[in-house]
């Protein structure tokens, strides 16, 4: 199998939903990767693919989530100073929906520094700020109370829960219409095989069914059908 370098494989996701992904990673064992109640925040955003860069809070403490905690050297501030150019944010909010883990500074100083993507299980404030810095957000939606009203930030770049999904720094994010999904770091070469294989497989199917086909023996194929397919893909 060739080994493809980052830029490769992300333009190849770039053509593979996230629907195709949960299934090829159904196959291999992996059943727990989409990540729940995070949906795009704007309509038509593009499918977009990065390494996850986390970032985790835990619930409120009052001692430790107040205001003043934001100019702390560990805070959501610095971990943005520390986000790499076409990154995925991944943020677990504990899934809180009524406070805003982020807002609109924060959005347009991640947009700034090239981050591709923010994505979370819980909700951010100021939307019409956030919407306005055009950086692509996945969320639950949005609330008015600060962060410190729910929840304490504890770092970055640390394993995390996000959606109910186990994300570790540097796993491969894919974001779509659909949600997100992982992808584990260790698998990407050969999820990336599958998946582009699945993805011309079910188009393959569609052609035929908007030709009237009927689906027994075709989703999935049997074994003429199957060999209808390698003629196909033989003449590409």
Do not use: H
Request: charged letters at 20%; proline letters at 7%; aromatic letters at 6%.
């Amino acid at each position: 199998m060739t080994t493809l370098c980052d830029a490769e494989a992300f333009k190849a996701l770039e053509g593979v939903t996230t629907a195709t992904l949960t299934t090829v990673l159904l196959k291999k064992g992996l059943r727990n990767v989409f990540i729940r109640g995070a949906a795009p925040l704007a309509p038509g955003l593009p499918r977009i693919v990065g390494r996850a860069f986390t970032v985790r809070f835990v619930p409120a403490r009052e001692d430790l989530a107040t205001p003043e905690s934001w100019s702390n050297p560990k805070s959501t501030r610095a971990a943005i100073e520390r986000m790499p150019a076409g990154c995925i944010a991944v943020v677990d909010a504990n899934g809180v929906k009524d406070a805003g883990f982020w807002g609109d500074i924060l959005c347009a100083r991640m947009a700034q520094r090239g981050v591709a993507a923010l994505v979370s299980d819980g909700a951010v404030r100021d939307l019409a700020g956030v919407l306005s810095t055009k950086l692509p957000v996945w969320a639950s939606g949005a609330a008015a109370p600060p962060s410190v009203a729910a929840l304490t930030f504890v770092d970055w770049q640390q394993p995390v829960g996000c959606g109910g999904v186990a994300v570790f720094p540097d796993d491969i994010i894919v974001l779509d219409q659909d949600g997100g999904v992982l992808v584990p770091a260790s698998l990407l070469q050969e999820v990336v095989a599958q998946a582009v294989e699945q993805e011309r497989l079910e188009g393959w199917i569609m052609e035929e069914v908007q030709g009237g086909a009927v689906l027994p023996g075709l989703y999935p194929p049997n074994a003429e059908n199957k060999a209808r397919y390698e003629a196909f893909k033989n003449k590409a």
